[in-house]
């Protein structure tokens, strides 16, 4: 069974950090790249950062650079969302999702994890 899951969001301090996990199972996980999105209520979806599985190349929108990071850990079957500088307008709920590299959209996502930052 196929799955991913999605764990280390909380509650944090504008300005705080966390760090976000995201563990495949079931698949392939060292050939898939993997992808950070979150949606806040009422807004759409959004991307958020991503990680290719065989450059470990990384992609950010630009509302996040310079203030999150992406890695992975192919061993480990997880992929890494470190948050620092968080600001009130990331609160969210955050999922992670895998992907093929040769596809265009996302095969498998997460449950998504819950981050809430105060002002």
């Known amino acids: 069974e196929v799955q991913l899951q999605a764990s280390g969001g909380g509650l944090v301090q504008a300005g705080g950090s966390l760090r976000l996990s995201c563990a495949g199972s079931?698949?392939?996980?060292?050939?898939?790249?993997i992808g950070w999105f979150r949606q806040a209520p009422g807004k759409e979806r959004e991307g958020v950062a991503s990680?290719?599985?065989?450059?470990?190349?990384?992609y950010y929108a630009d509302s996040v650079k310079g203030r999150f990071t992406i890695s992975r850990d192919n061993a480990k079957n997880t992929v890494y969302l470190q948050m620092n500088s968080l600001k009130p307008e990331d609160t969210a709920v955050y999922y992670c999702?895998?992907?093929?590299?040769?596809?265009?959209?996302?095969?498998?996502w997460g449950q998504g994890t819950q981050v809430t930052v105060s002002s």
């Open positions: 999702a895998a992907r093929l590299s040769s596809q265009a959209g996302y095969n498998y």
């Open positions: 079931g698949f392939s996980f060292a050939d898939y790249a």
């Open positions: 990680i290719n599985p065989s450059d470990g190349r990384t």
